[in-house]
């Protein structure tokens, strides 16, 4: 099983970046909210996101973020994926493990990060992210 995990510019957003049209895509989204809450809304039904919850959104799922209770600040970490299939000559554990988490990712839409571990994983994340896009820079600017 080959999980793809990728970013794209919206990895971390804060307050008015928040919020978003109505959209869906063929990927998982896995959205943490780090402060604040707000109000997702998944094929037409609203769903609190409260402080430091991890919100799962599935493929082709329409949905978009509003604010809640007038509460305009929010900051967001969003990291997105796909899942390749497996192959029907695949080993039977495979296919075992493979089944076993596409029904986790079924049944999970709202986690409550009791123990504090995706800040710590999306700030690790976002700053590996900055000092590329430095290193990046430095090669364009010192080579070219």
């Given at each position: 099983m080959n999980i793809f995990i990728f970013i794209d510019e919206n990895l971390f957003v804060k307050d008015e970046e928040c919020l978003s049209r109505p959209h869906s895509h063929h990927t998982y989204e896995i959205r943490y909210n780090e402060n604040g809450h707000c109000s997702q809304v998944i094929n037409g039904t609203p769903l609190k996101?409260?402080?430091?919850?991890?919100?799962?959104?599935?493929?082709?799922?329409?949905?978009?973020?509003?604010?809640?209770?007038?509460?305009?600040?929010?900051?967001?970490?969003?990291?997105?994926?796909?899942?390749?299939?497996?192959?029907?000559?695949?080993?039977?554990?495979?296919?075992?493990?493979?089944?076993?988490?596409?029904?986790?990712?079924?049944?999970s839409r709202l986690v409550h990060d009791k123990k504090d571990v995706f800040p710590h994983l999306f700030r690790n994340l976002k700053n590996e992210m900055l000092e590329k896009e430095r290193e990046m820079e430095w090669k364009i600017k010192n080579f070219t």
């Open positions: 996101v409260n402080e430091h919850e991890v919100l799962l959104v599935r493929p082709g799922e329409y949905h978009y973020q509003t604010f809640s209770e007038n509460n305009r600040t929010a900051s967001q970490y969003s990291l997105r994926f796909r899942i390749e299939a497996l192959s029907k000559s695949a080993p039977p554990y495979q296919q075992t493990a493979y089944r076993k988490f596409l029904d986790i990712l079924q049944k």
